[in-house]
């Protein structure tokens, strides 16, 4: 089993920067992929970011550019960093984990409001 736990949501302004942290434990040998996921109001969850074990990234068209993935060596925290963010931005982020069995995880998810 994997845990996660989001933290560093927030109301920021248009323009402004913000830095999501996901705190794992639990298994963490057994994870794959790590990454954020994002759902607006009316719409469907869509990736953000993705960290494979070694160190691979991905990001959506709409981020890249403008947010970094990362994680501690430990891998026991991942870190997504936002700058020059946009309304369009607002949405509930989610810490994702997959492990090798492809057996997803999700975290409870932290609002994030970008808005003058």
């Known amino acids: 089993q994997v845990q996660l736990v989001e933290s560093g949501g927030g109301l920021v302004q248009p323009g402004g920067s913000l830095r999501l942290s996901c705190a794992v434990s639990?298994?963490?040998?057994?994870?794959?992929?790590m990454g954020w996921y994002r759902q607006a109001p009316g719409k469907q969850r869509e990736p953000v970011a993705t960290i494979t074990r070694t160190g691979i990234t991905n990001y959506t068209d709409s981020v890249k550019g403008r947010s970094t993935i990362s994680r501690t060596n430990a891998k026991d925290t991942v870190y997504l960093q936002m700058n020059s963010l946009k309304p369009e931005d607002t949405a509930v982020y989610y810490c994702?984990?997959?492990?090798?069995?492809?057996?997803?995880?999700w975290g409870q998810g932290t609002q994030v409001t970008v808005s003058s």
């Open positions: 994702h984990a997959r492990n090798y069995a492809s057996v997803p995880y």
């Open positions: 639990g298994n963490i040998i057994s994870i794959a992929v």
